[in-house]
């Protein structure tokens, strides 16, 4: 019965900014490292960000450097994927993923994770 789903995927215009939220029920997200993870049609699935326990380890792709941010509410089980200056290039399907095997850090590869949610979509387009 563990789940993670995903919010907040929707249409904005270039420039725009969009609030991501995965919901973690089944277990403690203090636990677990998360990553988020994006696939557009056509294109293998990318690493956009992570953040490992206790916030003391993020990354960013260099083209979310800058622009996203991703942090952790562990009280409420959510983290989230704050995106702002969206470009067309973002648009795709964006997934959590959760991973507790390892102890420290955060990872960019999807088979370090062990539970996925089944994505948002987000478009950018004017």
């Known amino acids: 019965q563990v789940q993670l789903v995903e919010s907040g995927g929707g249409l904005v215009q270039p420039g725009g900014s969009l609030r991501l939220s995965c919901i973690l029920s089944?277990?403690?997200?203090?636990?677990?490292?998360i990553g988020w993870f994006r696939q557009a049609p056509g294109k293998e699935r990318e690493a956009v960000s992570c953040?490992?326990?206790?916030?003391?380890?993020?990354y960013y792709d260099d083209s979310a450097e800058g622009r996203f941010t991703i942090s952790r509410d562990d009280a409420k089980n959510t983290v989230s994927l704050q995106m702002n200056g969206l470009k067309p290039e973002d648009t795709a399907v964006y997934y959590c993923?959760?991973?507790?095997?390892?102890?420290?850090?955060?990872?960019?590869?999807?088979?370090?994770?062990?539970?996925w949610g089944r994505g948002t979509h987000v478009t950018v387009s004017s």
């Open positions: 993923a959760a991973d507790a095997r390892r102890a420290f850090g955060c990872y960019r590869t999807s088979n370090e994770y062990e539970y």
């Open positions: 089944g277990f403690n997200l203090a636990y677990y490292r």
């Open positions: 953040i490992s326990r206790g916030s003391l380890s993020t």
